[in-house]
C-alpha cells in the first residue's frame, strides 16, 4: 500500500501518466461491471475510484499545461474546446439513451449503455482535470506563495459535496446536506476567484484576445452548468464535480472579463513600460558586446522609434557644436541633417530635453515633421551629441515620452563613451606597436661599435626615450688619416622620426665618401633633404672631420647644440653659423653655413651632444642646461671617456629624477691623446 | 601637462597670435588649428608673440617653418615678437633669424608689414 502511494506522490512526469491511465482502465472494467447500483459500498468505492483517477489526471495534466504558461491563451483555449466536448457528448447521450435517471428511478442498464457511460465517464475526468487545472494555473500565474489554505478547503469541499451527492444518488434524505456543502462551495469559489493579477503582464493584444475569449468561455461554462443540472447520470459525484468546476469557471471568467476589461485602457501603456524595459535591458548588453559606435546608434534609433510610437529617430554626435548624424530610422540621411542644423542655427539645441514644434519653420524646413523632441548626450557634463525622435502629426511629446527618451539618450552617451574609450585603446596599441618599430629601426641604425684609433679614446652613449626621438650618431672611416663623424637630430618623433633617420644615415654614409669637407658634405645633404622632407620637418647635425694624425679638427653645425671643446682648462662653446638641414629651400644654406676648424692639444675633449641633454628638466621645469654640463666635463676630465660620459648621464639622470625623458639623449665624446711634444721629444 | 593656448587678436591688416605655454608635439596641433583658421580667412599677415611662450620643441618650429612658407607664398609672413632669451637661443641655434624676422616688440614687428606695402 505505502509503495503504491509513493508511487503516486513522488513520480515523474511520465510515471503520472502510467498511473493516470492505470487508473483510467481500472475504473473503467470497474463501471462495465457495476454500471449503476443500488448499493451504497459499491456505489461509493466506485466514486473513490473515481475522485483517485481524477486526482491522478488532474496532477499529470498540470505539468503538460504549467509548461505553457508563456502561451496562456492557448490553454484557455484548449479548456474551452474540452468545456465544448464535454457538453457535446453529454447531449449526446442524452440524446442516444434519452436517460429515465432520476434520483429515486434506478435502472439496470444494457451493456452497451454501460461501456458508453464508462467511456463518458473518462472523457469527463479528463475534461474536467484539465478545466480545472487551467482554472488553478491562472489563479497562481504570478503568484509567489504556495497554494493558500482556502483553495485547498474549497477543493476539500468539493470532494465533500461529491460524495455527499453520490449519497444522495441513493438516499435522498440527505438532500439539504448537499444544498449546504454545494452552498460552502461556492463561497468558496467566490472567495478564490480574485487573483488575475496576471493580466497585467499581457500585451495589449492578448488582453483584447482575452476579453473575448472569457465571454466565450462564461457562455461555455454556462452550458456546461446546466448541462450538469439536467441531466442525472449515474455517475453522481463527478456531476456534482463538474457542476462545480463549471460554476467555478463561470465566476472566475466573469472576474477575468471585467479585469481585462478594466485593463485595455492601460494596455497601451504597460505594453510600452515592457517595451521599454525589454530594450534597456537588451542597450545593456549591447554596451557591453558592441564597439562598433554606428552599430550602436542603429540600435538606439530604433527602440527609441519603438517605444515613443513616432515616425523617426535619429542620432548625431555633437563636436565643437559641428553635428554629425551617426543613424537614421525612417528618416532620410539630408532630412535629419536639415532639421538638425535648422535647430542648430536657431541655437535651439541645448543642456536639457526639449520638444519644438516644427510648425514654426517654413515647410521646407519641416521635412514633413511636426513634433520634434531632442535629447542631449550628456557625459560628464559635456555634451557629445543628441537624439531626436519625431511625428508627423502635432501629438506632442509628453512627460512620459521625454522621460524614456532621456533615458535612451543616457544610454546612448554611456555606449558612445564606452566605444570611444575602446577605439581609445586600440589606438593606443597601435602607436605601442609603431613605437616598437621605431625603436627597432633605430637601434639598427645607429653604430655597432666605435673605431679603434691610437691616441684617440672615444665614447658614445645613448639614451632613447620612450617615444622614440630622431637622434642619430655615426662615424665613417674615411682614409688612413681622417675619419668623419655626425651626431644630427630630427625633428618630430616615433615612427616619423625613425623613417627620417634612416634616410638621413644613408644619405651621411654616402656622402661622406664622396665629399672633402664638412660644408660640401652639409649643401649637398640639404639639397636632397630640402626636396624630400616635408614642410614640418627638418634635421639638425653637426659632421666633424678629425685629422687622427694631426689633431686638426674641422666642423659644420646646421642648427645642431654648440660643440664643446675643453682645452686649457677652460670649455669653449663653438657655434657657428649655420641653419638646420631641410628648413630653406632655397640655395640661401650655403652661403649661411660656416666651416670652422680648430687644432686639438693634448688631452683636449670634445664634447658632441643632443639636446635631449640640455633640455632634460626637473620636477619644477628647469632646464639642464649647458654650465651643470661644464661642471661635470671639468670635475672628470682626468679619466677615460667611457667614465666622463657616465658622469655626465648620472648628472643629467639625478637632476630629471622626478621627471619622465621626454626626448633622446645622444653623447659622443673624443680626448685627444696624441702629445705633439713627446713626439717632437722622440 | 603643462599649459598652452593660442589666442588670436587683429591689429589692422595683422593678425597677432598670443601663444603661451609649452609647445611641443602634444600642442601642435592647436596651433596648426589657429593657422589653417587664418589661412581659410585669408589672413597671411601674422605676428606671433611669445611672450608667454615657455618652451619649443622641434615639432613646434617645424609648424612655424611650414606655415611661413606658405604665408610667404601669399604675400604675407610671419613674424616674431617678445621672445624669452631661452626660447630665442633655441630659434637661433637653428638659423631661424637668419631666415625669419625677429623683433623685440609686437608693435615693430606689426609696424614692419605696413613698410613693406
Known sequence: ???????????STKRKLENAVLFSILIFIYKIFFPATD??????????????????????????????TSAILSVIVTSGIFTAIVIFIVKTAYMLFSYPYSFTTKVESNFFESLFNAFLMLVLIVAIAYIFQTIKTLFFLRQKRNPSFYFNLMVLFFIFTALAGSVEYINNDIQFLVDILEGISISLILMNSFRVAWIAFLTKKQKISLLGLSIIMIVLFAVGTSVSFLYNFPLPALTMILRLVMIYGIIY??????????????????????????????????????????????????????????????????????????????IGYLQAENITSNLRQKDLLSHDINTFNLKTLSNEEQ????SVVVAPLKMHGKINGYLF??????????????????????????????????????????????????????R???????????????????????????DYYDFFELDNENIGFIIADVSGKSIQAAFIMAEVKGIFKSLSGVTNTPKELFIKANEI????????????????????????????RAGHSPIMHYTNNQIIKYIPQGIGLGIEKSDRFASIIKEM??????????????????????????????????????????????????????SVSLFSKDSSQHDDITLVLFKWKFNNKSIGDN | MADFKVDMRGMGSVSVLDIRGYLDAHTTPELENAFNKLIDDRNYKVVVNLSDLNYISSAGLGVFMAYIETMRENDGDIKFSNLKKDVYNIFDLLGFPMLYEFYDNEKDAVEKFGESK
Not at chain 1, 633633404?529 to 674641422?554: C, H, M, P
Open chain 1, 1 to 11: 500500500m505505502t509503495l503504491i502511494i509513493n508511487r503516486i506522490l513522488h513520480a
Open chain 1, 39 to 68: 448499493n451504497l459500498f459499491v456505489l461509493l468505492l466506485g466514486e473513490i475510484f473515481i475522485l483517485i483517477t481524477l486526482y491522478l489526471w488532474a496532477v499529470y495534466v498540470v505539468e503538460f499545461i504549467r509548461n505553457k
Open chain 1, 253 to 330: 471568467y466573469s472576474v477575468i472579463f471585467f479585469t481585462t476589461l478594466f485593463h485595455i485602457p492601460t494596455a497601451a501603456a504597460i505594453d510600452r513600460k515592457t517595451e521599454e524595459l525589454s530594450s534597456f535591458m537588451d542597450l545593456n548588453s549591447l554596451i557591453n558586446q558592441v564597439f562598433d559606435i554606428n552599430e550602436l546608434s542603429d540600435t538606439v534609433t530604433k527602440m527609441t522609434r519603438n517605444v515613443c510610437n513616432c515616425e523617426a529617430a535619429w542620432l548625431a554626435t555633437s563636436f565643437n557644436e559641428e553635428d554629425t548624424i551617426q543613424s537614421v530610422n525612417s
Open chain 1, 367 to 370: 521635412q514633413g515633421f511636426e
Open chain 1, 389 to 442: 525622435a519625431a511625428r508627423e502629426n502635432d501629438m506632442f511629446f509628453d512627460d512620459e515620452d521625454k522621460k524614456s527618451i532621456s533615458a535612451f539618450a543616457d544610454y546612448a552617451a554611456l555606449a558612445l563613451e564606452n566605444a570611444k574609450l575602446i577605439q581609445e585603446s586600440i589606438e593606443k596599441e597601435r602607436l605601442e606597436k609603431e613605437l616598437d618599430v621605431a625603436r627597432e629601426i633605430q
Open chain 1, 444 to 470: 639598427k641604425i645607429l653604430p655597432k661599435s666605435i673605431p679603434k684609433v691610437n691616441y684617440l679614446d672615444i665614447a658614445s652613449l645613448f639614451i632613447p626615450a620612450f617615444e622614440v626621438g630622431g
Open chain 1, 529 to 556: 633633404l630640402k626636396e624630400s622632407l616635408d614642410r614640418k620637418s627638418f634635421v639638425t647635425a653637426t659632421y666633424g672631420i678629425l685629422n687622427i694624425k694631426t689633431g686638426k679638427f674641422s666642423f659644420c
Open chain 1, 597 to 650: 676648424e680648430i687644432q686639438l692639444n693634448y688631452n683636449d675633449i670634445l664634447i658632441l651632444f643632443t639636446d635631449g641633454i640640455n633640455e632634460s628638466q626637473n620636477k619644477s621645469l628647469e632646464e639642464y642646461g649647458y654650465n651643470r654640463l661644464e661642471k661635470v666635463i671639468k670635475e672628470n676630465k682626468e679619466g677615460d671617456m667611457n667614465t666622463l660620459a657616465k658622469k655626465i648621464i648620472e
